[in-house]
Nanobody, 119 residues
Framework: QVQLVESGGGLVQPGGSLRLSCAASGNTFSIRTMGWYRQAPGKQRELVATIASGGNTNYADSVKGRFTISRDNAKNTLYLQMNSLKPEDKAVYYC?????????????WGQGTQVTVSS
């Protein structure tokens, strides 16, 4: 299993920036893809961005050009740089990893960090 701890959320004005971090511990050697998801009140959890072990990235259309996902494999840490934030970006942001272990794939989630965009 992998334990994930997110940080960096908070309150920011529209147009502002935040940087989320997700520190992984445990069986980190088994991690393959890492990603950020978010869930707004009354809505389903949705993909924000993912990054594969080789560095390939994927973004939701709603955040392309504004958010950047990156990972530091040496530190077992995932990042999400969020620029030009909009009120609709308000949500709880969750870190996710997909692992390959014991011949199968597994998924682990962090506890989430709140991002609020408001003037």
């Amino acid at each position: 299993q992998v334990q994930l701890v997110e940080s960096g959320g908070g309150l920011v004005q529209p147009g502002g920036s935040l940087r989320l971090s997700c520190a992984a511990s445990g069986n980190t050697f088994s991690i393959r893809t890492m990603g950020w998801y978010r869930q707004a009140p009354g809505k389903q959890r949705e993909l924000v961005a993912t990054i594969a072990s080789g560095g390939n990235t994927n973004y939701a259309d709603s955040v392309k050009g504004r958010f950047t996902i990156s990972r530091d494999n040496a530190k077992n840490t995932l990042y999400l740089q969020m620029n030009s934030l909009k009120p609709e970006d308000k949500a709880v942001y969750y870190c996710n990893v997909n692992r390959y272990q014991y011949g199968g794939y597994y998924s682990d989630w962090g506890q989430g960090t709140q991002v609020t965009v408001s003037s």
